[in-house]
């Protein structure tokens, strides 16, 4: 079945420094990817939206210019949290769909951020 | 925008009952809506996928049924067991995946 490789598994990062996740669809190539992020005991929210060559698009609330998604191929799609405080600390998780919108979404085993 | 809401939050069950999850969401313009399964600490395990012309899907012990036009989709496991226990998410995909908060299954031995 399809396979999306997420790393790291999990990061620990000081405050003020950036941390980059990527994101790696392993035997399909993913049109677009979606990144999620989840606080404890709580569901999945969206966080933005990107199609390979295009630049991403972010929900409502979530900052562009800290969380940076960069979808430079069809395998890989990476986020960047720039400048990372305590409250950035999170699962991250990402997704990505093959081709068509009603293709199923291949998950990630998630990224833990702690940020100190 | 979509809303996605999980009925019960949370399930305890003695081993061998079945369980009943329901999915209810806002909008019935949708692609397809997928359960999930999230142990503690981890990523998504995709369960089954209803397309949005499909009535129900079956795999194993789960079988999820969709009803597009009033909004709902229910997963039914059957014979649980402990190893069932954990949160079971509903997305519903109309392009982009909205999530249930999710319902949490203790299955006691």
């Known amino acids: 079945g399809a396979v999306v490789s997420q790393h790291p598994s999990w990061v620990i990062c000081k405050s003020g420094t950036s941390v980059k996740i990527e994101c790696r669809s392993l035997?399909?190539?993913?049109?677009?990817m979606f990144w999620y992020r989840q606080f404890p005991k709580q569901s999945l929210m969206l966080m933005a939206t990107s199609n390979e060559g295009s630049k991403a698009t972010y929900e409502q609330g979530v900052e562009k210019d800290k969380f940076l998604i960069n979808h430079a191929s069809l395998t890989l799609s990476t986020l960047t949290v720039t400048s990372a405080h305590p409250e950035d600390s999170s699962f991250y998780i990402c997704?990505?769909?093959?081709?068509?919108?009603?293709?199923?979404?291949?998950f990630g085993n998630g990224t833990r951020l702690t940020v100190t | 925008k979509q809303e996605v809401t999980q009925i019960p939050a949370a399930l305890s069950v003695p081993e061998g009952e079945n369980l009943v999850l329901n999915c209810s969401f806002t909008d019935s313009a949708i692609y397809n809506l997928q359960w999930f399964r999230q142990d503690p600490g981890k990523g998504l395990t995709s369960l089954l996928l209803i397309q949005s012309s499909q009535r129900e899907q079956t795999s194993g012990r789960l079988n999820a049924s969709l009803d597009k036009s009033s909004g709902r989709s229910t997963l039914y496991i059957a014979a649980s067991q402990p190893g069932d226990s954990a949160t079971y998410l509903c997305?519903?995909?109309?392009?982009?995946?909205?999530f249930g908060a999710g319902t949490t299954v203790t299955v006691r031995a």
């Open positions: 997704s990505a769909r093959w081709t068509t919108d009603n293709s199923p979404l291949h």
């Open positions: 035997d399909f190539q993913a049109t677009t």
């Open positions: 997305a519903v995909n109309d392009y982009k995946l909205s």
